[in-house]
């Protein structure tokens, strides 16, 4: 995720934003596959950011005596960074009837990871800069 980290830094730079809070310190949790309401429960109960992933290249795999297991790196595309008082009630929401997301998540090619923020004005500023980045790519790629 190094690469993220600088992609994230040279589209503020661009926009003139020169944040105060420094993003390069969070402690992300690892991806894990965000495709019903149980695999959720791995998320804390804090305030905190967190990012939606969609598989865009799955890992390759090998067969090695009758069992399969990936070899290489998945590639993900960023599709949806929010903010929270409560990480896992919010992951939760997302698969309630009627949300806009939730048939895309119980397709099963989604990820997840998040940040734990207690500072809600540092949480902000995360949100703000990581939502500013995912927007400048939404444009960069239209």
């Known amino acids: 995720m190094e690469g ?7 589209s503020l730079a661009r926009n003139g934003i ?3 809070f420094d993003h390069l ?3 992300w949790s ?3 596959r965000c495709d019903s309401s149980f695999s959720v429960l791995l998320a804390p109960a804090k ?11 799955p890992p390759t795999t090998t067969v090695e005596l009758r069992a399969s297991s990936p070899v290489g790196k998945r590639m993900l595309a960023l599709f949806h960074i929010a903010d929270t008082d409560d990480i896992g009630m919010a ?3 997302l698969f309630l ?4 997301l939730r048939q895309r998540l119980e397709d099963g090619k989604c990820f997840v990871r998040y940040a734990v923020i207690e500072d809600s004005t540092e949480r902000s500023v995360a949100f703000k800069i990581f939502q500013t980045w995912l ?4 444009e960069k790629g239209s």
Not at 4 to 10: A, G, K, T
Not at 135 to 138: F, I, R, S, T, Y
């Open 4 to 10: 993220i980290s600088q992609l994230v830094s040279d």
């Open 18 to 20: 020169q944040p105060s």
């Open 25 to 27: 310190r969070l402690e």
């Open 30 to 32: 690892r991806w894990f």
């Open 47 to 57: 305030p905190g950011i967190f990012a939606l992933g969609e598989e865009i290249i």
């Open 91 to 93: 992951l939760g929401r």
């Open 97 to 100: 009837p009627g949300n806009h």
């Open 135 to 138: 927007q400048d790519g939404a």
